[in-house]
T-cell receptor, first 115, second 113 residues
């Protein structure tokens, strides 16, 4: 089956630092990857849609200069949280679209804690 | 704008009981609907995927139904076990391939032994 690897699984950092999260499709090519965020006891909310070789499309209310997304290859997308603050503490999870069939394969998620 | 609602928000049952989780969505123009399981602090495990043309899918003790015209889906869990304790999420894909999923807030299930 399709596997999506997400690293790191857990990050604790100081306020003001930047954190990079990687999302890799291990055994398939993903032209589209999605980044979601989940606050405690809330559902997953889409942050941005990442297409290989083009700029990401951000959802309303998500700061594109704060959440930098790079999708340089068909198997790798990265999310960089720049100048992280405590309110950015959340669970970030990526998914990769299985060849445009709307079957998404999810990474294991990254728990970000900003002190 | 698509909205997904899950009822109940939480459910506690004794082991062995059959149960039903409900999911409703406002826009019936969906591509597919998925049920996921999420354990505390963990990622998502896909349980069942129902394409828009299908009425139900079954996997082991799980059965998911889809009534697209009424905007409803149910997840039936037979003979519940303590290991079934988790949050169950319903998500829909819009009527277009390659689009993001819209999630409900989930139902947190607790099965006591």
């Amino acid at each position: 089956g399709a596997v999506v690897s997400q690293h790191p699984s857990r990050v604790i950092c100081k306020s003001g630092t930047s954190v990079k999260i990687e999302c890799r499709s291990l055994d398939f090519q993903a032209t589209t990857m999605f980044w979601y965020r989940q606050f405690p006891k809330q559902s997953l909310m889409l942050m941005a849609t990442s297409n290989e070789g083009s700029k990401a499309t951000y959802e309303q209310g998500v700061e594109k200069d704060k959440f930098l997304i790079n999708h340089a290859s068909l198997t790798l997308s990265t999310l960089t949280v720049t100048s992280a603050h405590p309110e950015d503490s959340s669970f970030y999870i990526c998914s990769a679209d299985g060849q445009g069939k709307s079957i998404q394969y999810f990474g294991a998620g990254t728990r970000l804690s900003v002190l | 704008k698509q909205e997904v609602t899950q009822i109940p928000a939480a459910l506690s049952v004794p082991e062995g009981e059959n149960l039903v989780l409900n999911c409703s969505f406002t826009d019936s123009a969906i591509y597919n609907l998925q049920w996921f399981r999420q354990d505390p602090g963990k990622g998502l495990t896909s349980l069942l995927l129902i394409q828009s043309s299908q009425r139900e899918q079954t996997s082991g003790r799980l059965n998911a139904s889809l009534d697209k015209s009424s905007g409803r889906s149910t997840l039936y869990i037979a003979a519940s076990q303590p290991g079934d304790s988790a949050t169950y999420l319903c998500a829909v894909a819009s009527n277009q391939a390659g689009t993001a999923l819209i999630f409900g807030k989930g139902t947190t299930l607790s099965v006591s032994s």
